[in-house]
């Protein structure tokens, strides 16, 4: 995929048809539970901050220990519904899911769905195959000028529930990618990525600064809504 030349946006879209959906009882207090299609603990911790600033009443819970669901599709809303889907059936709650990647544009839109896997390596830990893949990053762009080191991080945020509704929400957070990495917070490619308007990398940025500006939490704050109207029907 491409980047488009935006500098943050968001947009929904509705996939599927809407049929009775699990969740409390009108004018329950008590938090729904909702299954998160990941078990990576930093993504888990960033959704949690997303969702509880948007005041939703859910409890989002790690996906259990199982098989990996194979990672098919050529986009992110097709990985993201993937992941979403197989989390619902598998626990029988309304399950979310993202699928997110960076799209570098001097790449033609790579490493996109394949940003996770960018280095090949499957070994070791998050952190190590983190700094394999930005490792590799920057060997690709090693003569490229600061002009064409343009880039998006991009974000498809997927709702499932077991009664069969599905939605699909986007994030989009341009920005370029530095020579080098800085700073010590976030993960995946956030030490080489800094945000238009920005003078901090996504990794020197505290956790509220990032969600209020990052992909993930664009995409994520909609699916809130989504959730939130979902859950009440």
Avoid at 177 to 203: H, I, K, S, V
Wanted: aromatic letters at 4%; proline letters at 5%; glycine letters at 10%.
């Amino acid at each position: 995929m491409t980047a488009k030349p935006t500098t943050g946006s968001t947009t929904g879209s509705t996939i599927g048809t809407d049929v009775a959906a699990a969740g409390a009882p009108a004018g329950s207090s008590k938090p729904v539970r909702v299954v998160l299609a990941s078990r990576n603990e930093a993504k888990l911790t960033e959704l949690r901050r997303i969702l509880a600033a948007s005041g939703l009443a859910v409890e989002l819970v790690a996906l259990p220990d199982g098989d990996e669901v194979a990672e098919t599709g050529t986009t992110f809303a097709e990985n993201a519904l993937i992941k979403a889907r197989a989390a619902a059936e598998q626990t029988g709650l309304p399950a979310v899911a993202d699928d997110s990647g960076l799209a570098v544009d001097e790449l033609s839109g790579m490493p996109g769905v394949r940003s996770a896997r960018w280095s090949g390596r499957r070994d070791g830990t998050r952190i190590e195959r983190d700094e394999a893949n930005n490792a590799l990053l920057l060997a690709q762009l090693d003569d490229v000028p600061p002009a064409r080191r343009g880039a998006a991080f991009v974000c498809a945020a997927a709702l499932v529930t077991p009664a069969g509704v599905e939605r699909v929400t986007h994030g989009e957070l341009r920005g370029i990618l530095l020579t080098e990495p800085r700073g010590q917070g976030g993960f995946g490619y956030d030490p080489l990525f800094l945000a238009d308007g920005q003078t901090r990398t996504n990794a020197e940025l505290t956790a509220a600064e990032k969600d209020a500006i990052s992909h993930r939490g664009l995409a994520f704050r909609d699916l809130a809504t989504l959730l939130g109207e979902v859950l009440a029907s």
